[in-house]
């Protein structure tokens, strides 16, 4: 009863990567780069496993961009022909690359991953694979043309591969899916039919994840014009409430969202962000606990899964390190209440 997990993504070590910078390059290169990202995803463990997290992610360590190091190993996808476009309805820029032909998976893309992960942790384990909506939103098309045809592609592929990863002894696989708060109408026209070919077939538990972003300065003057309350959750609960997906992750901790909406999530077990991943105060135990216990009143104890709002890539590692020790420690003072064994 109240599990824990995090949305995906740890602060990287500076050996790695430029810390406090989203997306930052790789500070290493060749063999010795890969011997890097093993290095950090050892680390990663140890510090969710450390910190009491009962579901354990790899932290993205290996992964410079959350869309993009999925795309690096597909046909079609272009990274030579880089575009800057508008995403996420022009919210910001960002340079993506372009689908110029048909999509097939080079070769597993992150089945070592998964492997090395397994091998390194007794927890359950889960990871994070970019949803086909926000991966359509996050590059450039001159192929399909078509956003819905080119995210039914992209869900093909996932499958492809979510299946593989599942094969390995994954136990929670997450799609992502940042998109669905912004492109409202199409979650229903074909985001939802989307995530149900992506997952199609996996024997292991599927999520998909729906914030309002990382804590970068787009995301936050966005959220200061959606008012005294974020009511896009209203929209696109219902549809997942009825989806096959098993899990939605999302955002509490500091937002607007009525908590309410969280009983339209009726039937799914529901991810509560009780960190605020956009600043670097660290959460007592005792706030995270007020969260989890007001998402009680519209979520059964047996649903509930304390998490993060989204990643914490951007954060300093000793902050990511303090909330994880909070969310832990909130979730375990919840559970007492409730007659649960800590």
């Given at each position: 009863?109240?599990?824990?997990?995090?949305?995906?993504?740890?602060?990287k070590?500076?050996?790695?990567?430029?810390?406090?910078v989203?997306?930052?390059?790789?500070?290493?290169?060749?063999?010795?780069?890969?011997?890097?990202?093993?290095?950090?995803?050892?680390?990663?463990?140890?510090?969710?496993?450390?910190?009491?997290?009962?579901?354990?992610?790899?932290?993205?360590?290996?992964?410079?961009?959350?869309?993009?190091?999925?795309?690096?190993?597909?046909?079609?996808?272009?990274?030579?022909?880089?575009?800057?476009?508008?995403?996420?309805?022009?919210?910001?820029?960002a340079?993506?690359?372009?689908?110029?032909?048909?999509?097939?998976?080079?070769?597993?893309?992150?089945?070592?991953?998964?492997?090395?992960?397994?091998?390194?942790?007794?927890?359950?384990?889960?990871?994070?694979?970019?949803?086909?909506?926000?991966?359509?939103?996050t590059?450039?098309?001159?192929h399909?043309?078509?956003?819905?045809?080119?995210?039914?592609?992209?869900?093909?592929?996932?499958?492809?591969?979510?299946?593989?990863?599942?094969a390995?002894?994954?136990?929670v696989?997450?799609?992502?899916?940042?998109?669905?708060?912004?492109?409202?109408d199409?979650?229903?026209?074909?985001?939802?039919?989307?995530?149900?070919?992506?997952?199609?077939g996996?024997?292991?538990?599927?999520?998909?994840?729906?914030?309002?972003?990382?804590?970068?300065?787009?995301?936050?003057?966005?959220?200061?014009?959606l008012?005294?309350?974020?009511?896009?959750?209203?929209?696109?609960?219902?549809?997942?409430?009825?989806?096959?997906?098993?899990?939605?992750?999302?955002?509490?901790a500091?937002?607007?969202?009525?908590?309410?909406?969280?009983?339209?999530?009726?039937?799914?077990?529901?991810?509560?962000?009780?960190?605020?991943?956009?600043t670097?105060?660290?959460?007592?135990?005792?706030?995270v606990?007020?969260?989890?216990?007001?998402a009680?009143?519209?979520?059964?104890?047996?649903?509930?899964?304390?998490?993060?709002?989204?990643?914490?890539?951007?954060?300093p590692?000793?902050?990511?390190?303090?909330?994880l020790?909070?969310?832990?420690?909130?979730?375990?003072?919840?559970r007492k209440?409730?007659?649960?064994?800590?």
């Open positions: 009863m109240l599990l824990t997990t995090i949305a995906g993504s740890l602060p070590p500076s050996w790695l990567a430029t810390p406090g989203l997306w930052a390059p790789w500070a290493l290169e060749g063999p010795a780069l890969e011997e890097a990202k093993r290095d950090a995803v050892l680390v990663a463990l140890k510090e969710q496993e450390t910190a009491g997290i009962d579901i354990v992610t790899d932290g993205e360590q290996s992964r410079q961009h959350f869309v993009h190091g999925f795309l690096e190993r597909i046909e079609g996808v272009d990274f030579g022909r880089r575009v800057t476009i508008g995403i996420r309805a022009d919210r910001y820029k340079e993506v690359p372009t689908v110029t032909g048909p999509l097939a998976r080079r070769g597993s893309i992150h089945g070592e991953e998964v492997r090395f992960a397994r091998a390194h942790t007794q927890r359950k384990l889960k990871f994070t694979i970019p949803g086909p909506m926000t991966i359509v939103d590059l450039a098309d001159e399909y043309r078509d956003r819905r045809r080119l995210a039914l592609e992209f869900a093909r592929v996932i499958n492809e591969e979510a299946r593989e990863l599942a390995l002894g994954l136990d696989l997450q799609l992502d899916e940042p998109a669905f708060n912004v492109y409202l199409d979650v229903k026209a074909w985001g939802i039919e989307a995530l149900h070919r992506a997952v199609e996996l024997r292991c538990r599927t999520a998909v994840h729906i914030c309002y972003g990382y804590g970068i300065k787009a995301n936050v003057e966005w959220k200061a014009t008012g005294s309350e974020w009511r896009h959750y209203e929209q696109t609960f219902p549809l997942l409430a009825g989806s096959r997906i098993d899990q939605v992750s999302l955002e509490c500091n937002s607007r969202v009525p908590l309410e909406l969280l009983g339209l999530l009726r039937g799914k077990d529901v991810l509560v962000g009780a960190i605020d991943v956009a670097e105060a660290v959460e007592t135990p005792a706030e606990a007020a969260t989890l216990r007001k009680l009143a519209f979520v059964p104890p047996e649903r509930l899964y304390p998490c993060t709002n989204c990643g914490m890539v951007p954060l590692r000793e902050v990511a390190r303090g909330k020790g909070a969310l832990a420690a909130g979730a375990a003072l919840v209440e409730l007659g649960a064994p800590a």
